[in-house]
C-alpha cells in the first residue's frame, strides 16, 4: 500500500494544480501530522499521506460531499483509514475539527482554494455558463442559499456591488440592472449567462461576457472571502513550530488577502512565520498547456518559528 513515490493521480477528473510545488512547499517527514482542508479528489491528500508515512496521520476537509464520494478524497481515505480522517466541514472549522480529534497542531497545511473540476462541470451544481442548469453554486449542498436566492433577495445595487467587487466586473451596473428588471429573475445558468451577454455589451471579448459575473456570485454563495479569513487567522493557532502552510488561490482578491496575511506574520519585531516564497509560485508553460485550469493559480507558502524566534526554514524554494 504504502510507496515513498509521489504520484499525481488523475482522481475524480480533477488535476491537482502545482502539485509537486505545493508538496516541496511543505516538507513533510514520516510522522508528521498534516491537514488538505480541501481534499476534493484526493490528488493532494493521497500525496500527504505518502510523505507523512505510516506514522503520519493526515485529516482532510471539504464541504462538498461530492469530494467524500469514493472516486474523490473519500476512497483515498479508506484506502489509508488507519491514518486520516475525512470531514464534511469547512475549512472555517478547523480549529474545531482539530479540537475534535485531540490533536493540538499540525507540520503541514495545505489550502487548494477554488473549485474542483466536477463541480464545474457537472451542469446540475449550476457552477458554468457553458451548459444549463438552476442557478445553484452552493459547493455544501446541504446550504441553504443559492446562487438564486442571492439575485432574489439582493437589491439591483447589492448585486451590482457582488458582480464589481467579486468579479471585477466594470459594466456591474447594467448587468445588475438587467437582472432585476427581468421576470421572473434568472433562475438558470444559460438564462443568466445570456442575459449578462445581451446587458453588458461586449463584443468580440477573448472570455465569455458571463465569467466575471459567474465568479462573482460563486464566490458570494460561498462566502469564499470569509472562509479564506477565517482560515488566515487561525493559521497561528494550528500550525506547530516549524510546521508549513501552503495555499493556492486563483482569483487576485484571494492571494492579495494571502499576500497580506503572510507578510504581516513575517514583519515586525517578532515576526510569527518566515516567508518561504517571496514572490507566488505560478505554474509552468508546460502545467498550463496540460492543464489550462492552472492558468490562474498562485501558490504561497510560510514556515511557522519556534517561540524562541528561530527558524527551521531550510532554503527549500
Ligand atoms: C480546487 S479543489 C481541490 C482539489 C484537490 N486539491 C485535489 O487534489 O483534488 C477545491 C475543493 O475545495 C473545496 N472547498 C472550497 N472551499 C472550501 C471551504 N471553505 N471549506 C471546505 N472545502 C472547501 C471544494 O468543495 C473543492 O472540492
Known amino acids: 500500500m504504502w510507496s515513498s513515490e509521489l504520484r ?12 509537486h510545488e505545493a508538496i516541496d512547499a511543505l516538507a513533510l517527514r514520516d510522522g508528521n501530522c498534516a491537514v488538505d482542508v480541501t ?7 493521497r500525496a500527504l499521506i505518502t510523505q507523512v508515512g505510516e506514522t503520519g496521520k493526515v485529516l482532510a476537509m ?3 460531499l461530492r469530494a467524500h464520494a ?11 483509514s488507519r491514518n486520516t480522517h475525512l470531514v464534511h466541514r469547512p475549512f472555517s472549522q478547523l480549529k474545531q475539527s ?12 495545505l489550502c487548494d482554494l477554488g473549485v474542483s473540476s466536477p463541480q464545474l462541470d457537472q451542469d446540475d451544481r449550476g457552477f458554468s455558463f457553458k451548459q444549463d442548469g438552476p442557478l445553484d453554486m452552493r459547493m455544501d449542498q446541504s446550504q441553504e442559499r443559492t446562487a438564486y436566492d442571492v439575485l ?20 456591474s451596473r447594467r448587468i445588475a440592472r438587467a437582472i432585476k428588471s427581468a421576470w421572473p429573475i434568472p433562475d438558470s445558468t444559460l438564462f443568466l449567462a445570456d442575459l449578462v451577454r445581451k446587458s453588458s455589451g461586449y463584443h468580440n471579448s477573448r472570455v465569455h461576457p458571463a465569467t466575471r459575473t459567474f465568479q462573482a456570485l460563486r464566490i458570494a454563495v460561498n ?8 482560515l488566515l487567522d487561525a493559521l497561528p493557532d494550528v500550525l506547530n513550530p516549524g510546521g508549513r502552510a501552503a495555499i493556492i488561490s486563483f482569483h487576485s482578491l484571494e492571494d492579495r488577502m494571502v499576500k497580506r496575511a503572510f507578510n504581516a506574520g513575517a514583519r515586525g519585531k517578532n515576526p510569527i512565520w518566515q516567508l518561504q516564497t517571496k514572490k507566488p509560485i505560478t505554474p509552468s508553460e508546460q502545467e498550463i498547456y496540460d492543464n489550462p485550469r492552472a492558468r490562474s493559480s498562485k501558490l504561497r507558502a510560510i514556515t511557522m518559528l519556534s517561540p524562541e524566534g528561530s527558524s527551521t526554514l531550510e532554503e527549500s524554494l
Do not use: C, M, N
Open 223 to 230: 462566502e469564499e472571502l470569509q472562509e479564506l479569513q477565517h
Open 62 to 64: 471539504d464541504r462538498d
Open 152 to 171: 432574489e433577495a439582493a437589491s439591483q445595487e447589492e448585486i451590482a456591488d457582488i458582480i464589481f467587487k467579486y468579479g471585477d466586473e466594470h459594466r
Open 98 to 109: 482539530l479540537s475534535d480529534l485531540g490533536w493540538s497542531g499540525v507540520d503541514g497545511l
Open 39 to 45: 481534499a476534493g479528489g484526493g490528488g493532494h491528500f
Open 8 to 19: 499525481l493521480t488523475r482522481t475524480f477528473e480533477h488535476i491537482p494544480v502545482l502539485f
Open 70 to 80: 469514493d472516486d474523490a478524497a473519500g476512497g483515498v481515505h479508506k484506502e489509508f
